[in-house]
């Protein structure tokens, strides 16, 4: 049997993807056009344009112009809460089909994207909710005279001005929410770049922001690869901040891009983010489901905060294989739409290549317990890896600190806590962890010692009012709550005199 994913392309009416630029849609000015193919298939999914460096440049042209003019920037409070409140409860009406396009587009599967909040529609109406919050608290202070005299001494947060917002294409929901939410609340306007590989889902949910009523130019759309178009947007003179997610060699290159005009620059460059179990863990079978399922479900391991890495106390050490073990061998793959499916594909072929050879290194540096393969049958179109769990790792071997960015787990032993914390911090990245213990006490203790942005205890969830990012070479910056306001602002102070002696 073939699996074919067209009749769900005709059933969500798929058109073709043009881009936006001052409230106008059309295609590139150059022609060129990008067809993109589901990774699950191989089949061709649709085409959507490749903007030119004048494209990008009109973009930018038309945010500024909108900036300027003050149509969103200077608007009510009221009427900024409004829009982005709207644009909330028509990502929840329109959740079907956003779920649909992206199982076009990325793979992800109905079954996750509908039930893990990370990944889903609803994530993303929250974030704008959230931020819809924040919008009329965009205040300063009044500060007393330093030196005495009759004057005021006051701050005021206003908007950084023309954003441009990379995304990737792993979770375009929740990751298009954590940039443009607060970059609207904020009143900054927004040029968008979609990754190449999740463009579709992105397209729609920008549809939705001009029915909530978002004035037109307050957002444009470029689409196509990083090579022209986001190179193009990150060297632009006119851009005044970068917030970008995706791999730490292009995060690398923006803040390069960005030293010639100061460009203000958030990014969140993955990670390669340690589990924790201790021996009195409330439940290492669940603690082993939790730190599997993580790097299997859904995605594939194709998530910037997954646990790639779990250092798991010699007591309880075979244990936790076992039933990772078991938990692994449950995963299923097959047609996205399938509610019974449980993980996508890696995204493209490039990305089967690197990890299929991570997956060999791997097998020279540790014990094979369970996959490592390529999985054929009715799936051999499609780029799908079985899931992998090598243990018996040294915590300085490749595939434990190298970011695979696929369904490959490293099972690192430890003896003690001090031993746990120096292994989990002796990675260059640090974007998340997670605790496994029923010692309330020793999960607050080693939490405040992991180098990590976020720390799960017995668990792990992203929320909207948390702020979001890593240490080290896991990025700069933070998404979420007050962080992401005070991303997208500028802070100014205003010494006014009361006096006629002192003007």
Not at 455 to 477: D, R, Y
Request: aromatic share 8%; net charge negative.
């Amino acid at each position: 049997m073939t699996l074919t994913v067209q009749p769900h392309r005709e059933s969500v009416g798929l058109k073709a993807g043009q881009l936006l630029v001052d409230g106008q849609w059309g295609p590139g000015t150059g022609g060129d056009t990008w067809t993109h193919r589901h990774p699950a298939t191989g089949e061709a999914i649709g085409e959507f344009a490749v903007a030119t460096a004048g494209d990008v440049d009109a973009a930018i042209g038309a945010a500024r112009r909108a900036f300027d003019s003050g149509t969103w920037s200077n608007a009510r409070a009221g009427t900024r809460i409004k829009v982005l409140h709207r644009y909330g409860d028509l990502l929840r009406e329109h959740a079907g089909q956003l779920r649909a396009l992206q199982a076009l587009d990325n793979s992800v599967p109905i079954s996750f994207s509908g039930s893990i909040y990370a990944t889903s529609v609803e994530a993303a109406a929250d974030v704008f909710d959230h931020h819809a919050g924040w919008v009329d608290k965009l205040g300063g202070q009044t500060l007393p005279p330093y030196q005495g005299g009759d004057h005021l001494a006051m701050t005021f947060r206003e908007p950084i001005g023309v954003v441009a917002a990379i995304l990737p294409w792993n979770a375009p929901f929740l990751l298009f929410a954590q940039k443009v939410a607060p970059a609207l609340a904020a009143g900054c306007t927004v040029v968008l770049k979609p990754s190449e590989y999740c463009t579709f889902t992105v397209l729609r949910m920008v549809e939705l922001l001009a029915e909530a009523g978002l004035p037109p130019g307050t957002l444009n759309v470029v689409t196509g690869p990083g090579d022209p178009v986001g190179e193009a947007l990150i060297t632009h003179k006119d851009i005044d901040k970068i917030s970008f997610t995706g791999s730490r060699a292009v995060g690398k290159r923006i803040v390069e891009a960005s030293a010639g005009t100061l460009k203000r620059v958030s990014l969140e460059l993955g990670g390669k983010s340690p589990a924790l179990v201790f021996a009195d863990a409330p439940n290492v079978g669940l603690a082993a489901a939790t730190t599997i399922g993580a790097v299997t479900m859904g995605l594939s391991g194709q998530a910037c905060v997954a646990n790639t890495r779990a250092l798991v106390h010699r007591d309880v050490y075979d244990e936790f294989i076992a039933a990772a073990q078991g938990m692994a061998a449950a995963i299923t793959y097959g047609d996205p739409f399938d509610p019974g499916v449980l993980a996508c594909p890696l995204i493209n072929e490039r990305q089967l290549d690197r990890v299929l050879g991570y997956i060999e290194q791997g097998k020279q540096q540790g014990r094979l317990v369970t996959g490592g393969e390529r999985l054929g049958g009715d799936l051999a179109a499609g780029n799908f890896v079985a899931p992998t769990i090598f243990a018996d790792v040294a915590n300085d071997a490749t595939v434990a600190q190298e970011e695979i960015f696929g369904p490959v787990l490293a099972v690192v032993p430890f003896s003690d806590e001090e031993e746990a914390i120096r292994l989990a911090n002796d990675t260059e990245y640090g974007l998340g962890a997670s605790v496994f213990s029923a010692d309330a006490q020793r999960a607050f203790r080693v939490s405040r010692k992991l180098r990590a942005g976020t720390i799960g205890v017995n668990g792990f969830q992203i929320e909207p009012h948390l702020p979001f990012g890593g240490f080290k070479q896991s990025g700069l910056g933070r998404e979420g709550g007050l962080s992401s306001i005070e991303a997208f602002t500028e802070l100014k102070s205003v010494y006014l005199p009361l006096t006629e002696e002192m003007m």
